[in-house]
């Protein structure tokens, strides 16, 4: 992928000089690593496998799809959006000039490396997946693609990046094999879901997004239009869940993400009805709820025999 269109070396404060550690950290943005993370221990979960005589293989797991394959997406995304960080979050390392020179560009292509190795040597399907996934955070940020460019489509591919591709990635890592059929579906219902989870992300951008021509649900359609698209395509995946799961006869864990649900629907009107000011906040307890939803569904398959 060429990505040289992104080589312009931003104006700096500090300089060229090597980055202090604590700068690196807050590029790799560490509260971003949870959801890939967490869907990656769902994954494990999901595959039946015994956790506590895997711990090294979970432990290096979750490494992988948090510090390595989210850090590197984070990063990359800070080094191709720095002119529109400069509106949005003047105060990110890189557009603040803490992180000075191309030293974003090389910090992104260093954790692609580690990431790439790091699935290698977890097994084929592991890796296969972490190509996808790199290939999809670079895809996201960088010119020509820049799929960020289309609200519809970036959300899409952040939401199965970071619950689909890691659900799969542990199931994998725990079978050393390609995980079953339901155990595919369910990881892609959640990945589904998580689209509306991104588009909640857009709402604190949207000034900047529309100066550079981001197409942002919030920046094209509206704020109230987006959220009402964002709490729909958040529930109906859910839904779904809970009927396969009653379908394959784990009816208490279906009963369980029924009511997360219920929560997050007593939730939405506050959101709905000010979607600027609240979605932070309905990201925060929407949220919450959606993962324990997706733990719960991972015991199910867990339960109904996983490997």
């Known amino acids: 992928?060429?990505?040289?269109?992104?080589?312009?070396?931003?104006?700096?404060?500090?300089?060229?000089?090597?980055?202090?550690?604590?700068?690196?950290?807050?590029?790799?943005?560490?509260?971003?690593?949870?959801?890939?993370?967490?869907?990656?221990?769902?994954?494990?979960?999901?595959?039946?496998?015994?956790?506590?005589?895997?711990?090294?293989?979970?432990?290096?797991?979750?490494?992988?799809?948090g510090p390595l394959v989210c850090g590197m997406s984070q990063a990359a995304n800070d080094w191709c959006d720095r002119h529109v960080d400069a509106i949005n979050e003047p105060n990110r390392p890189i557009p603040s000039g803490r992180i000075g020179g191309r030293w974003g560009l090389w910090i992104a292509l260093v954790w692609t490396a580690l990431s790439l190795a790091m699935g290698w040597a977890l097994g084929i399907w592991v890796f296969a997946a972490t190509v996808i996934g790199v290939a999809a955070a670079w895809a996201y940020s960088a010119e020509p693609i820049r799929l960020k460019k289309n609200g519809w489509v970036s959300a899409l591919v952040c939401g199965l990046s970071y619950e689909t591709l890691p659900w799969f990635t542990g199931a994998a890592v725990m079978l050393g094999a390609f995980p079953r059929w339901e155990i595919v579906v369910i990881a892609t219902l959640y990945g589904l879901g998580a689209h509306g989870i991104m588009t909640l992300n857009d709402f604190k951008a949207v000034e900047g997004d529309r100066a550079h021509g981001l197409a942002s649900l919030p920046a094209t359609l509206g704020p109230e239009v987006a959220s009402r698209i964002a709490v729909r395509v958040m529930f109906a995946p859910q839904a779904v869940v809970m009927a396969l799961l009653l379908l394959w006869g784990a009816a208490p864990q279906a009963a369980i993400i029924g009511l997360f649900l219920a929560g997050q629907a007593l939730l939405a009107p506050r959101f709905l009805g000010d979607p600027v000011k609240h979605a932070v906040w309905f990201s925060g307890l929407g949220v919450l709820l959606y993962v324990l939803g997706m733990l719960t569904a991972a015991c199910a398959l867990h339960l109904m025999g996983g490997a």
């Open 1 to 65: 992928m060429n990505v040289s269109a992104q080589f312009t070396t931003p104006p700096t404060r500090r300089g060229a000089g090597l980055p202090r550690p604590r700068d690196v950290l807050e590029l790799l943005k560490p509260i971003t690593w949870f959801p890939p993370m967490w869907a990656f221990m769902c994954g494990a979960v999901s595959s039946g496998a015994a956790l506590l005589g895997n711990a090294h293989l979970v432990l290096a797991g979750m490494l992988l799809a």
